[in-house]
């Protein structure tokens, strides 16, 4: 009985409260935009097809630590601020909310001193694209948490 009780709950909103809920509505917005509304202000922004192939090459890293002994960041950046290389496909990578979290990291790292720990990868992770990405997105990330506050609340 409960199984049928769902059922017919579901069938009620698949086929009336949906529709008419989308016949009714006075949301102007794009399915992006609604998107962009909802979970920016979280740091969670949308990624390009490039950007989703440039995560599949950073997922190779198997954090066996030959780039950090060949990283020219490490003996110049304090290791509060920067931890290592293998962190760009690890962790930076992985968490765009946390991004605003690692900016001076990004900031201060450039791709001259992460040339060597990508020539010595030995799952070639593609450390320098992979830092310049990070940067595009920390800052969308930051330019859709400054969004004026006219956003529709979430429902």
Known sequence: MQK???DLYLAYR???????RKLF??????GKQRFLDNYAPEGLVPISAADRQLLYQASRCIHCGLCEAFDGALPVLPRT?????????ICYSRATPDLPRARAALERLSEDQLVRSEAVCPTRVPLRSLLGYLRRQLDEVVRQQRRPADRVPRS
Do not use: H, I, M, N
């Open 81 to 89: 601020t920067y931890d290592g290389a293998s962190l760009l496909a």
């Open 14 to 20: 698949a086929l009336f409260a949906q529709p008419l």
């Open 4 to 6: 049928l009780k769902g």
């Open 25 to 30: 509505s006075t949301d102007e917005r794009s």
